[in-house]
């Protein structure tokens, strides 16, 4: 079944142009690792001042990341991974070239990097607000971000996630799109970091699943239950994304709607209760009622059950400009997994078992809950 949120579907452009020739060249040299600049470990450990505590900006599943200047006064992110990954080193660097040629306003620019001994090292350019997590999502957030913001937001994830998939050649799937890999420039522009990323660490399931609480609230069903990676995970992750964006609440707290409700579950039963603007984020003072309804229902067509219901990026930036019609008698009810671990209170919460179907997966202790159409 293909995705028909809006009348006939879409065209999608590729653009195979001079790119892909150059990556077929480049594959057949095996791989050439001239593109990628190589950053100096004493160039790095000048910068970070010995990638001193006080320089260090966060930690993730794939390392720590510290903030840098170089000499000629360029601010750098400067992400030491975690050398456990039995990848080889030609390996490593071929798919650190690969992401190194991808450039887009809407994605954070991998600067070069750096290997010396057992450290592999990323350079990143520095973004400035930080990530949407701690500049949206954090309760002690100081910055107020308004409608326009907001929404430029969303629209840059939306094409940044376009581009990805669908202008690329070969075509990237992120794997890992969530508030905390979402980056803000001076402008509070949005820029997406680590794509390409998880494809360097083989065990990246685990990573994604075992990390911080929250990291599961955006991981499509169809991906945690049978494995199965395409571009519509990423899809379901922007829809979250963007539930997120718009209520200024995060994805990784599990007690929405007063009851044990993840969000993008409370969002539905607001939405068939025709209550969706009880979503919007108390903070936002003012903004346009129609937009950000389309917004949040543009959200829950990316969250839908099954992938292929989900639109591609190319049609939710569509979806979100102002013209189009949504055709809402299409919309089915989102699908979403919970972790045990962290709510135990919603399996006491006694789900009717006419509206919902749980699975148990053996490999790790996850619920996969699936509402039932109506
Ligand atoms: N290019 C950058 N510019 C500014 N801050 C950054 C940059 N990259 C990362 N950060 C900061 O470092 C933090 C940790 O990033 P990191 O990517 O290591 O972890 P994560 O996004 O929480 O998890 P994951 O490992 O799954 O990506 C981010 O939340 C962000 O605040
Ligand atoms: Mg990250």
């Given at each position: 079944m293909n995705c028909s949120c809006f009348g006939s579907s879409k065209k999608v452009l590729q653009k195979k142009d001079d790119k892909d020739v150059h990556q077929s060249e480049r594959e057949e040299e095996g791989g050439s690792i001239a593109k990628t600049?190589?950053?100096?470990?004493?160039?790095?450990?000048?910068?970070?001042?010995?990638?001193?505590?006080?320089?260090?900006?966060g930690r993730g599943g794939f390392g720590t990341v510290y903030k840098g200047i170089l000499k000629n006064g360029t601010q750098i992110a400067?992400?030491?991974?975690?050398?456990?990954?039995?990848?080889?080193?030609?390996?490593?660097?071929?798919?650190?070239?690969?992401?190194?040629?991808v450039?887009?306003?809407?994605?954070?620019?991998?600067?070069?990097?750096?290997?010396?001994?057992?450290?592999?090292?990323?350079?990143?350019?520095y973004l400035e607000n930080n990530s949407i997590d701690r500049a949206l999502l954090d309760p002690r957030r100081s910055i107020k971000l308004d409608w326009e913001n907001r929404s430029a937001i969303c629209m840059g994830i939306a094409r940044g996630l376009a581009y990805l998939h669908e202008e690329l050649v070969p075509h990237i799937v992120h794997r890992d799109v969530k508030a905390s890999n979402i980056l803000l420039d001076k402008d509070f522009q949005p820029k997406i970091g680590d794509f390409g990323l998880a494809k360097l660490f083989p065990d990246d399931i685990t990573h994604i699943s075992t990390k911080v609480a929250g990291t599961t609230g955006y991981l499509a069903?169809?991906?945690?239950?049978?494995?199965?990676?395409?571009?519509?995970?990423?899809?379901?992750?922007?829809?979250?994304?963007?539930?997120?964006?718009?209520?200024?609440?995060?994805?990784?707290?599990?007690?929405?709607?007063?009851?044990?409700?993840?969000?993008?579950?409370?969002?539905?039963?607001?939405?068939?209760?025709?209550?969706?603007?009880?979503?919007?984020?108390?903070?936002?003072?003012?903004?346009?009622?129609?937009?950000?309804?389309?917004?949040?229902?543009?959200?829950?067509?990316?969250?839908?059950?099954?992938?292929?219901?989900?639109?591609?990026m190319s049609q939710v930036i569509e979806m979100l400009s102002k013209d189009v019609k949504l055709n809402e008698k299409?919309?089915?009810?989102?699908?979403?997994?919970?972790?045990?671990?962290?709510?135990?209170?919603?399996?006491?919460?006694?789900?009717?078992?006419?509206?919902?179907?749980?699975?148990?997966?053996?490999?790790?202790?996850?619920?996969?809950?699936?509402?039932?159409?109506r």
């Open positions: 600049k190589n950053f100096s470990y004493n160039e790095l450990r000048v910068a970070t001042n010995n990638f001193h505590q006080s320089n260090k900006i400067v992400k030491t991974l975690s050398t456990e990954s039995k990848q080889g080193l030609h390996e490593f660097m071929t798919e650190i070239d690969t992401i190194s040629d450039k887009h306003p809407n994605l954070v620019e991998l600067l070069g990097c750096c290997v010396h001994g057992p450290n592999k090292i990323l350079v990143y350019e069903p169809e991906y945690v239950l049978g494995g199965q990676l395409t571009m519509k995970a990423d899809v379901y992750s922007f829809g979250v994304l963007t539930l997120e964006v718009v209520s200024g609440r995060s994805s990784a707290y599990t007690n929405y709607g007063g009851a044990y409700k993840l969000l993008v579950e409370w969002a539905w039963e607001l939405y068939e209760a025709e209550k969706l603007l009880d979503l919007v984020d108390p903070q936002l003072e003012e903004f346009p009622e129609n937009e950000v309804l389309r917004y949040m229902k543009v959200a829950l067509f990316c969250t839908q059950a099954t992938a292929s219901r989900r639109p591609l299409q919309l089915t009810p989102p699908g979403f997994f919970e972790d045990s671990k962290h709510v135990s209170g919603s399996m006491s919460k006694n789900k009717s078992s006419e509206t919902s179907t749980s699975h148990q997966m053996s490999s790790f202790p996850i619920t996969i809950t699936q509402l039932i159409p």
